[in-house]
């Protein structure tokens, strides 16, 4: 075990915290692979929910380099799921003036995503998909969510630029898509997420101060 201080800990983990951000401006240079399996690595270690899967490789990573051919076939199967999403949501807020209002901005994303594939892909060095094992409880994409913060971190802390790409959760849908990846269908939930160097450096992120929004009881 390395002997760091309590201090020095927590000043490494509050600036890679502090300085997480979503990169959606990619460099077009390529990471190594060695680095990307680090990210992964960090996913690995996130926490699963043991009580819901029963096998050893409950986790698995797939990595589609943008040059592969992989890339425009899953951009494709995306395009055709997020236009059938965009009519399944679009008829169920139609009669609800409020819901389609809430779901205004969605309803454009998926509208955007059906008609030219989901934004960066393609562009960003890689897309990662990742796929927990689905048991009971239902629980395999809050899993997920853990998995891709770790990967986030850790991207963030090796100079990486990070984005999630959420709409390949609805992707555990498409048997294509599954197949295409090699993950047997209907046994797992999926996400995934955009990896490459970053071309911008945003500002820290800005949120409601603590107090704001903590009530102790
Ligand atoms: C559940 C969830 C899904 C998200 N999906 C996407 C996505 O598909 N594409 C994207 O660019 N950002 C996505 N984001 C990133 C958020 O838009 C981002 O975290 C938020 O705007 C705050 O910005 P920050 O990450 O730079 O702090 C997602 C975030 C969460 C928590």
Known sequence: MTSFTIEEQNQALDYII??????????????????????????????????????????????????????SKAANLIKRRSAVAYEQLEKRVQQDPIQRSRAERYLGALKMASQEGPPNLGKAPYYVVVAEQRGIPEVAQLSLAHCLENMWLKATALGLAFQLLSVTERMSEDKE?????GVPFGEFALDGCLIGYPDVSPAPSRRSPLGDVTKWL
């Open 177 to 181: 898509f599954c197949e295409l990846i």
């Open 18 to 71: 502090e300085s997480r951000r979503t990169i959606r401006k990619f460099k077009s240079e390529s990471p190594p692979r060695a680095m990307v399996e680090k990210v992964l690595q960090a996913g690995l270690l996130a926490p699963f929910a043991r009580i819901s899967v029963d096998r050893e490789d409950f986790r698995r990573f797939f990595v589609i380099p943008r040059e592969s051919d992989v890339t």
